[in-house]
């Protein structure tokens, strides 16, 4: 179990890559990026926001964007935990992270637009339909005014594009035994 103690609500939590085909053609797709940036951290194959006590919000197929353990993640895959560097952002910005998520809580995940966002890269997320990493790219940018896709090198914002993105620094994790 990682110890949360040293995390903070608006921490991006990056899940690598799970056994099945989707998890295998999510790191395979950002392998072949023509971004460096999203090649470094093709490991990575999910992408959620830390809202404290242990719970991430996150958009998952068929579940939609919801708010779940964290635990639901660590137990069987590593993770790997993110964070704004930028010392302009307050850390009352970096808190809203989380309450943006929380507000994106029920709506759809979106097949159609992870399409869109492969064949059109640079394509600005539909706020109502979202999958992991666009859903943290629209709340960041909404909290802080920072667009983790701004530079065409980090587009489409992928897991990987987040392992690695250079406005983000790892935090270091800490893991206990129970």
């Known amino acids: 179990m990682p110890n949360i103690s040293d995390w903070r609500e ?8 799970s056994a099945d085909a989707a998890g295998f053609a ?8 023509l971004s460096a940036v999203t090649r470094a951290g093709a ?22 964007v919801s708010a779940q353990s ?6 069987h895959r590593a993770i790997q935990v993110r964070r704004l560097s930028d010392p302009t952002i307050s850390m009352a910005d970096i808190a809203d992270i989380s309450v943006m998520a929380q507000q994106h809580i029920g709506e759809p995940y ?5 399409i869109i966002s492969k064949l059109f890269p640079g394509t600005v997320p539909i ?52």
Request: net charge negative; glycine share 8%; charged share 10%.
């Open 10 to 17: 608006g921490d991006i939590v990056l899940v690598h890559r």
């Open 26 to 33: 999510i790191q395979a797709s950002q392998a072949m990026s």
């Open 43 to 64: 490991i990575c194959s999910h992408a959620a926001i830390y809202i404290g006590g242990g719970m991430v919000v996150d958009a998952t197929r068929g579940a939609g």
């Open 70 to 75: 964290v635990w639901n993640y660590c137990q």
């Open 110 to 114: 979106s097949v159609i637009q992870v």
């Open 127 to 178: 706020p109502d339909a979202l999958y992991c990493s666009t859903l943290v790219g629209l709340v960041v940018t909404d909290a802080t005014g920072v667009d983790l896709s701004s530079d065409p090198a980090h587009q489409p914002l992928h897991p990987g594009t987040l392992a690695a993105h250079p406005e983000l620094t790892d935090v270091l994790l800490e893991w206990r035994h129970l």
